[in-house]
């Protein structure tokens, strides 16, 4: 499932990373958002499961889901991803294996190996040489997303809990509905909409894929995932995909070649990646692991 998930989650930052230099970014988010939601209300009528969203614990879950997957995340790693290039947008969302490790090693909620903590600081190491790229300035759009993918482990946290007395698809509704009404809301409220229409219903396939086969599908694989593997086991897995198939996408897709800075953050990712993937061995000796 999370093997699934990664494979068409890879489309995600060559879709933001194209629509957002033409499009409101915000707007795109949120549209596509609130589009998910509408074809998981089906998918929740059709499976009989309406009832799960009347449960006041689910809605609390979803409610930090919304905040710190959906909302935060979006503002800044849309608007990010406006500034910098399609494949700094790829290889830079695999900051969030870092930050699970140390929130979820901060709060003691999954055992944190020295080994994950090598891997995590050999990701930190590639992704340093992407945001420098041979330049002595610092580009403000690589920072937002860096931070956006911040508050995923967070939100994470939150769908842990969630997962325990509601169904994925209830969940994601919830955070679709609200966290797409919220960010259409607010692009409204401080982005410029000159000839906005025009734009949707140009670019309105873009948001269906990115409403129904990210947001919707693609996630609904993530949280059954992440119900049967520990979040900090499920990120390098899924997340490890990302800089492979998103690298041959931008390529491909948005027509950019990598920089020897971009090439050699990317290599030295996918060893993070590759080190934090290993499965852990223990070793018993005197009724001690080593």
């Given at each position: ?17 194209y629509t957002t230099k033409i499009m409101p970014p915000i707007l795109f988010a949120g549209l596509s958002t609130f589009t998910a939601s509408i074809t998981l209300f089906i998918f929740l009528l059709i ?154 219903s140009t670019y309105w396939p873009l948001i269906l894929i990115n409403g129904i086969f990210i947001y919707h599908i693609s996630k609904i694989l993530w949280y059954e995932g992440i119900k049967r593997i ?61």
């Amino acid at each position: 499932m999370i093997l699934g998930e990664t494979l068409m989650y890879s489309f995600f930052p060559i879709i933001i990373a194209y629509t957002t230099k033409i499009m409101p970014p915000i707007l795109f988010a949120g549209l596509s958002t609130f589009t998910a939601s509408i074809t998981l209300f089906i998918f929740l009528l059709i499976r009989g499961n309406l009832k799960s969203l009347k449960n006041l614990d689910t809605i609390k879950y979803s409610l930090g889901v919304t905040l710190f997957i959906i909302i935060i995340p979006s503002i800044l790693i849309f608007t990010g991803s406006s500034k910098t290039s399609g494949i700094n947008t790829t290889i830079l969302l695999q900051s969030e294996i870092l930050f699970t490790l140390i929130i979820f090693g901060f709060f003691s909620i999954e055992k944190i190996t020295s080994k994950r903590v090598v891997g995590a600081l050999i990701v930190l190491a590639g992704t340093a040489f992407i945001v420098y790229n041979g330049k002595a300035g610092i580009n403000s759009g690589d920072l937002l997303i860096i931070a956006g993918t911040f508050f995923y482990p967070i939100g994470n946290i939150f769908a842990k809990k969630a997962l325990e007395i509601a169904p994925p698809s209830a969940i994601l509704f919830i955070r679709s509905f609200l966290g797409g009404i919220v960010l259409i809301s607010l692009s409204l409220a401080f982005e410029d909409q000159t000839d906005v229409l025009g734009k949707i219903s140009t670019y309105w396939p873009l948001i269906l894929i990115n409403g129904i086969f990210i947001y919707h599908i693609s996630k609904i694989l993530w949280y059954e995932g992440i119900k049967r593997i520990d979040i900090s086991k499920a990120i390098p897995i899924s997340v490890g995909g990302y800089p492979a198939f998103g690298l041959i996408f931008a390529i491909l897709f948005l027509k950019e070649i990598p920089t020897i800075y971009q090439l050699v953050g990317f290599f030295v990712v996918l060893a993070g990646i590759f080190v934090l993937m290993k499965k852990d061995k223990e070793t018993v000796r005197i009724g001690i692991p080593v």
